[in-house]
């Protein structure tokens, strides 16, 4: 079955960076983009980015372009989301989710970061 | 702001149904059925629970559908349960394979 399991909760101080991973399995994990969306508390869902992870292409949404880094390491099935520069508005759960046709169909747990001084 | 405007918030009670709308403003809503729909429970990831407009996982209830018209895509819950409590975000694939959500609408079983 397939799964994504991301890493845990990261508390950063303000203009830190953090590194979110996401390890998949259960299916061929370079047969399908990955997507990262965030969700500030008690907001809504956030689109970041996405990484093709055969090719390890990446786009990201404007907001984030300069502050945002997506990779790939296929030998373990793994996707990171670097955020860097953090403010305390980068306080939020970061998602995964895997892209199928025009949607996402499986998402990982969510890795909690807090960015506080 | 959303691209996509959802109410924030619907109620019912168990047995009754409601619907959420989901509307945009993009030229891609009315062209394209790449509307899904996500559910999410409180302290948990979302959940895909319609894809393409109307179209269910495996596993997801049929008293859960979908329809679209013009710029205005809806998501139907009949047979309120318990269990449906939760916040719903509609969603869109963009031509420039993007995504943009909607605000979320929180139902509130009664």
């Known amino acids: 079955q397939v799964q994504l399991v991301q890493s845990g909760a990261e508390v950063k101080k303000p203009g830190a960076s953090v590194k979110v991973s996401c390890k998949a399995s259960g299916y061929i994990f370079t047969g399908y983009y990955m997507h990262w969306v965030r969700q500030a508390p008690g907001q809504g869902l956030e689109w970041m980015g996405r990484i093709n992870p055969n090719t390890g292409g990446t786009n990201s949404a404007q907001k984030f372009q300069g502050r945002v880094t997506m990779t790939r390491d296929t030998s373990i099935s793994t996707i990171y989301m670097e955020l860097s520069s953090l403010r305390s508005d980068d306080t939020a759960m970061y998602y995964c989710?895997?892209?199928?046709?025009?949607?996402?169909?499986?998402w990982g747990q969510g890795t909690l970061v807090t960015v506080s001084s | 702001q959303s691209a996509l405007t959802q109410p924030p918030s619907v109620s019912g009670s168990p047995g009754q149904s409601v619907t959420i709308s989901c509307t945009g403003t993009?030229?891609?809503?009315?062209?394209?059925?790449?509307v899904s729909w996500y559910q999410q429970p409180p302290g948990t990831a979302p959940k895909l629970i319609i894809f393409?407009?109307?179209n269910r996982p495996s596993g997801v209830p049929d008293r859960f559908s979908g329809s679209k018209s013009g710029n205005t895509a809806s998501l139907t819950i009949s047979g309120l349960q318990s269990e449906d409590e939760a916040d719903y975000y509609c969603?869109?694939?963009?031509?420039?394979?993007?995504?943009?959500f909607g605000g979320g609408t929180k139902l509130t079983v009664l």
């Open positions: 969603s869109l694939y963009t031509s420039t394979s993007t995504w943009v």
């Open positions: 993009s030229s891609d809503f009315g062209s394209y059925d790449r």
């Open positions: 989710a895997r892209k199928l046709d025009f949607y996402l169909d499986y």
């Open positions: 393409e407009v109307s």
